[in-house]
């Protein structure tokens, strides 16, 4: 299978003029470098031209339809050919950013839904006799909210088990939904596919047979 050859690149500016590869919250131009075609001696593409975009002089109402088509392809991005987990991952994104993250090391995916892992940890501590409190809420919560914290919480058997039966419940929660919803009459002008309109088992059968 050939090798599909890259022409560009995509980067990101800073004010101090600071080059990095994705959008931090210093940036302030977006760039775009276009390459020749050739190597260099490092077997590098070699930029033929770069072309900036200094996101200062975009309008108001311009730089609120870029920032949500970013949030919603950022959002999107995540459960690509992820199919039935797709809702549960949009949850989790939103999640996260709205919690200020935003870039996560490559293939690490979403993570786990950080109020749930919240929910998780609290359960833990109720059964072993912690009153509810919004201080100690806080201080779970603080202490997630460190680099790696989540995924380390979920190496303690207890908390992933609970963590495990609240994903299964909303997991259940929402086959209830999409039950109820596929039961439902549908009204006019709803997007809905009858996939099996027209389908007769015995007929499909014979001429399958034949």
């Known amino acids: 299978m050939a ?6 690149n995509k980067f990101y500016v800073d004010g ?10 210093e940036s ?3 760039g775009f470098e276009f390459y020749t075609g050739e190597k260099d001696k490092d077997e590098k593409n070699i930029v033929g031209s770069t072309v900036l975009l200094d ?6 109402g311009t730089r609120i339809q870029a920032m949500c088509h970013g949030l919603a392809q950022k959002i999107g991005d995540e459960w690509s050919g ?27 995916g979403s993570g786990p839904r950080p109020s749930m892992v ?12 912690a009153k509810d409190s919004e201080g100690l809420r806080a201080a779970v919560s603080a202490k997630l909210a460190v680099d790696g914290a989540r995924k380390g919480a979920l190496l303690d058997p207890a908390i992933n088990a609970e963590f495990l039966r609240l994903k299964a419940e909303s997991a259940a929660k929402r086959a209830k ?4 919803k596929a039961k439902a009459p549908v009204a006019e002008g709803d997007d809905v ?11 499909e059968e014979t001429e399958a047979a034949e």
């Open 118 to 129: 919240l929910d998780a940890v609290l359960a833990v501590l109720f059964a072993k006799g």
């Open 177 to 180: 939904e999409a039950a109820a």
């Open 193 to 203: 596919f009858d996939f099996l309109a027209g389908f007769t088992p015995e007929a």
């Open 55 to 60: 996101t200062s002089k975009l309008s108001d």
């Open 16 to 25: 101090a003029g600071e080059r990095s590869n994705s959008p931090t919250a």
């Open 3 to 8: 090798t599909r050859k890259a022409i560009s």
């Open 28 to 30: 302030v131009t977006v």
């Open 82 to 108: 992820k199919g039935a987990d797709a809702e549960e991952i949009c949850g989790t994104m939103i999640e996260r950013i709205m919690g200020g993250e935003w870039n996560m090391p490559s293939g690490a």
